[in-house]
Structures are given as C-alpha cells and as structure tokens.
C-alpha cells in the first residue's frame, strides 16, 4: 500500500472514531474550506470555472498546506457552470462566493402547499422549475430539449470530474475527501430557501403550521431515495452533507411543529444505513438542544457556528460529535498566539473522552475569512498539542 | 402531458438510455437533477 492511501486511511479513522463518540490517536482537524481556497491560491471564481486543472490547483494548495484530515469539497461546491446553463440561477454572481441572492425565491403560491404534498418532485418539475430557469420558458418543447440536453453535458461533465478529483486527493494527498455528492438542505431549509422565500414561509409557519409540517414529511422520501441513488455503497470515507438554514429564526416550539419531523426521520433513515452525516448547523441551537440531543447516536458531526461548544459537549456529546471552535473572525483578525490560545482551550475542554473536532466555525468562504500565518500555527500546533 | 414532463421523457429516452440500463437508476438521475435544479 502507498505511504498516501495509509495515511488516508489513518485520517478516515482518525474522523471515524471521532463520530462514533471515541478518542482517537489526536484530535482530527477538519478542512471547512470552500470559495477561501481561490483567493489564497491567487485566482477568481471565473477562472477556476474556466480551466479545472487550476481549480484543482487551488483547492489543492488550500487543503494541503494545512495538516487538515478530512475535507468539504474537492472544488468549488456547486455546479455554477450548470446553473448558468439552465439560464442565471439564483446565486449572487457579484461575490466571489455561492451565496444566494436574497429576496428571488418566492416562486411558489401559498395556495399551491396541497400540490406540493401530493407529489412534491412532479410538483417542483412541472410548476417550480418552469418557473425558475430561463430555459425552460420561451420555444418549442424541442428547442427546451435541446438547451437542457446542454445543461445535462455540463452535470454530467461537472458529476465526472467532481470524481475525478476525489480520487486525485485521496492518491496524490492522502486527504479524504467527505463528500459523497449528497449535498442537502432539510425539507424546511427547502421551503424557505427555494420556493416561499424567507417572509413567505415565516408567515405559512404562523398562518398554516400544519400545511408546512405536512409538506416537509412529503418531501422526506424523495430525499432518501434522492441519498441512496447517489450512494451505492455505504463507506467510512463519505458523508451525507446537511446545511440547516431555517432553525435559527424559529422559536423551539415551531420548530417541533414544523421543521423537527422530517428532520429526524430523514437522518434517522440515513442513519440506519451506517452513513455518517456531517451537519452545519448555522448561528445558534442551544434552544433545540432538546431534540437534536435525539438524532442518532455516533451518526452525526455536528459543526457548531456561534454556540458555546462546551455548553454544546455538554448536552449533545453523548450524541454526536462536536466540531467547530475557532471565530473566522480571530482567524482574520486575531494573531497566531491568539488563536494558540483559543485552540488549547478547546482541545484542554472538549477533546478528553474524545467526540470532538476541531474546524473554523464557519465555512472559509471567503478572503476574510482566514489568514494563512494563522491558520498555519493553530493547525500545526493542534498536531502536537491534541495528540494523545 | 405538460411540457416539463415531455422534456425529461425526452431525457430519458434519447440521453440517459445512452449509458443507463435499469429504470431505477434513471429514476435516481432524474430525481437527482430536479433537486439540483431546484437548488439553483
């Protein structure tokens, strides 16, 4: 075996052991790194778009000069090639990110929820996606056809060498690469983000709770067929990848009525097959400590964005791991001895016992987001200091 | 049949038959690909 594939597998182990709630030989660090990886490596969005070997350049040098064990994404997360295809999408094209641009996505009536629960994916692709993407809209059935036969080269292009580079990272960098290409929202994140927009399900959860709640479980099959179709076989390597959006505008008991239902049959099922599900949970849970304390136990890596992660360990880490820890804000503006600090911190509270990672509290998106000299000595000191 | 429905029939028929054998995983595919659509 090469000295790269043992050492990636030492890194899957490494994170494994961490999910299944034991302590592993060090605390395992984890590359939340997406769009930062361009600016570091000297090159925009658009060129990284153009020319994939460079992409992979970039995402290489992010992901390498740093002892990470495991990371998001080989390349830029989403398939904008394809979303320009299809005729703009919705994502913010002035940033250098992938961030959605707000206020273009109430697209669907509240009158139209008992459509969606009857057959949520017949219901997205003949009303919402019509709807949404240019292409879809002017000419004859066979002039659609023929723009989305394009788009469908460019996903089948962009599904190829999402692979491709993978495999480069595991053989050329002995980094695991977590993503099994199974990048989803929960049903609520859904609504919200993709078809009632932010105002739209706000109201629908005070004026019709039940009609939400109703559509979320309806939409919780499609995802686990949606996971397993893309997961053939179940690894230590790969990861089911959740993003939660909705949660932190909602009080707890919305959140039971709501959002809470499909969210844990959807992990639940995933759950039961041995996948592990590496999950964002973005701004502040501490008032759902009480349900997700729920999910299943030794499935979950939980990244924590602004809760206090020893609160966090406290209440969840009999059942799932803790990952998080260091402000992009001190990893930017703060010093290498700061961020020492912070780091020894964490590892002297949250790693004895083990079901701990440590990552940035946030997803590197962009520039600001982290400076090099920093995050350089954190990591390379947490190999040291977090060792047992 | 709307529109929307005709295209992926067409999808099916004339790309994904290409280099898809069973029905499950054209399904798979096609689910997949309204998701990501969505996602857009």
């Known amino acids: 075996m090469s000295d790269k594939l043992k ?10 052991d961490a999910i299944e709630l034991r302590e592993p030989d060090r605390v395992p660090i984890y590359g939340l790194v997406d769009n930062w990886a361009l600016s570091y490596y000297g090159i925009t969005l658009e060129e990284a778009l153009k020319d994939v070997e460079l992409e992979y350049k970039a995402y290489s040098k992010a992901l390498t000069d740093f002892p990470f064990d495991g990371a998001l994404a080989s390349r830029v997360t989403f398939p904008l090639n394809f979303v320009y295809s299809l005729g703009g999408g919705i994502f913010n094209n002035a940033t250098e990110t992938i961030q959605i641009a707000t206020g273009h996505s109430e697209i669907m009536a509240v009158e139209e929820y008992d459509e969606l629960i009857a057959d949520p994916m017949k219901f997205i692709r003949d009303k919402i996606l019509p709807r949404k993407h240019k292409i879809f809209q002017e000419g004859t059935v066979e002039e659609k056809f023929a723009k989305y036969a394009n788009s469908l080269s460019i996903f089948f292009q962009f599904g190829q060498t999402t692979k491709m580079l993978a495999e480069r990272f595991k053989t050329e960098h002995g980094l695991p690469i977590t993503n099994a290409g199974v990048n989803h929202f929960m049903p609520g994140d859904m609504i919200m983000d993709y078809l009632r927009d932010f105002k739209g399900i706000m109201r629908d959860i005070k004026k019709c709770p039940d009609k939400v709640a109703e559509a979320c479980m309806a939409m919780v099959d499609p995802m686990v067929k949606d996971t397993f179709g893309k997961m053939r076989t179940v690894s230590d390597d790969k990861y089911v990848h959740l993003y939660l959006h909705l949660p932190q505008f909602i009080r707890a008991k919305e959140f039971e009525k709501v959002y809470w239902p499909s969210f844990k049959k959807y992990v639940e099922a995933v759950a039961a097959r041995g996948v592990k599900i590496l999950i964002l949970f973005e701004k502040n849970w501490e008032h759902l400590y009480e349900y997700i304390q729920e999910l299943p136990k030794g499935s979950v890596i939980g990244f924590f964005e602004e809760d206090d992660l020893r609160k966090a360990k406290k209440a969840l880490g009999k059942t799932m ?4 820890g260091l402000k992009t804000n001190d990893l930017y503006y703060g010093t290498k001895e700061k961020c020492i600090e912070v ?5 002297d509270d949250l790693a004895p016992g083990g079901g701990f990672v440590f990552a940035p509290d946030k997803v590197l998106a962009t520039k600001n987001d982290a400076k090099a000299e920093n995050l350089k000595a954190v990591t390379e000191f947490i190999v040291e200091y977090g060792s047992k | 049949m709307s529109d929307m429905e005709m295209i992926f029939k067409m999808a099916r028929e004339r790309i994904l038959s ?5 029905d499950q995983e054209k399904d798979g595919v096609e689910l997949a690909l309204t998701l990501l659509m969505l996602y857009s």
Do not use: M, P, T, W
């Open chain 1, 7 to 16: 050492l990636y597998d030492e890194r899957v182990k490494r994170l494994k």
């Open chain 1, 321 to 324: 791991c803790i990952a998080g």
């Open chain 1, 343 to 347: 780091a020894k911190g964490l590892i």
């Open chain 2, 18 to 22: 290409q280099f898809l054998n069973s």
